[in-house]
């Protein structure tokens, strides 16, 4: 109850404020390690050198490493963050295209294997295999030979 009297507004500021520099201290402790792991520029001794520094001497390995490579940190993360977006744009183009069986969707199959139908390139039993295969309803083994080709029996 007499706690609100015994710490004053300005000392839960002050405590607040060192709380939030002291996170602020070890994300930016954090970084640094992982930006001494992410540089291929580093030997692996000189890694373990900026490492032990940091972890034995951690303000001042800090410091010291922000004036001597802080430059270059954020061109690492930017190269870093480059990469994994064209990864991922890699990564959708690849599964949007295998998703479509590799020639389009299969709405445009469907579309195509519509056309062969009504003009009487492929036969109902035919068009009906070929969707389902499209459809992905019959596993790969129980598909009959080329439907889709354009080289269906004629009627």
Request: charged share 25%; with cysteine.
């Amino acid at each position: 109850m007499y706690l609100a009297y015994d710490y004053p507004l300005l000392s839960a500021f002050w405590t607040m404020l060192v709380f939030f520099l002291w996170v602020m201290w070890f994300v930016l402790l954090f970084r640094i390690v992982v930006d001494i792991f992410r540089d291929d520029d580093l030997s692996g001794w000189a890694k373990a050198g900026w490492l032990v520094f940091c972890v034995v001497l951690p303000f001042l390995g800090v410091f010291v490493y922000v004036v001597a490579r802080g430059k270059n940190m954020g061109k690492r993360e930017m190269a870093q963050a480059r990469a994994q977006q064209q990864e991922f744009d890699q990564y959708i183009r690849d599964t949007a295209k295998g998703h479509g069986g590799g020639s389009g969707s299969s709405v445009d199959q469907l579309h195509k294997l519509s056309e062969m139908k009504s003009r009487g390139d492929i036969t109902d039993e035919e068009f009906r295999r070929a969707k389902a295969q499209i459809l992905g309803d019959q596993p790969p083994a129980d598909r009959p030979g080329p439907v889709a080709s354009g080289t269906g029996a004629s009627r």
